[in-house]
């Protein structure tokens, strides 16, 4: 049996992926090998050590969306799952209208106006104590009686 073949059915049969043949050429190549007893010893050992430790590998939902990834649909189980992996992307795409709507109220601004003082720029208009008090002025406040 070739190296390649090996590895693959050793870490198949770790899964417990093999058929009864794959399982017994397993068994008749770790017999007839040291070296494949080495390597399988070697794996074990990986494999409990991995399998043993207290950390997190992955971050939060990692399956989830490698799952995504691959099938293209999201496998979620309950309401909360359901409500963190949406509401991100239903954020995103306000975050994105907002940031263009607002971009195109500064060049709008910026174009039309003749000052590039942030208030002016942004549409606020800056209303001072002579302003409000002045009767000449053609404010919300005169025009409100």
């Given amino acids: 049996m070739k190296k390649k073949q090996f590895e693959l059915l050793l870490y198949r049969s770790f899964d417990g992926m093999i058929s009864e ?6 068994k008749a190549a770790l017999e007839n090998s040291a070296e494949y007893r080495t390597l399988y010893r070697e794996a074990e050992l990986i494999r409990n050590a991995v399998s043993k ?8 939902a ?5 799952i995504e990834k691959i099938t293209g649909q999201a496998a979620v189980s309950g309401f909360w799952d359901v409500l963190f992996i949406s509401l991100p992307k239903s ?3 306000v975050a994105y209208a907002g940031a263009f709507a607002l971009a195109a109220l500064v060049v709008y601004n910026v174009t039309e106006g ?3 003082v942030i208030n002016t720029v942004l549409g606020k208009h800056t ?14 406040w005169n025009t409100t009686r």
């Fill in 127 to 140: 209303t001072t104590i002579e302003a409000a008090f002045d009767p000449t002025t053609q404010s919300f």
């Fill in 53 to 60: 430790s207290a950390e997190p590998d992955f971050y939060l």
């Fill in 91 to 93: 954020f995103r795409n």
């Fill in 21 to 26: 043949k794959e399982s017994e050429a397993l």
């Fill in 114 to 116: 003749n000052s590039l």
């Fill in 62 to 66: 990692f399956e989830e969306r490698v």
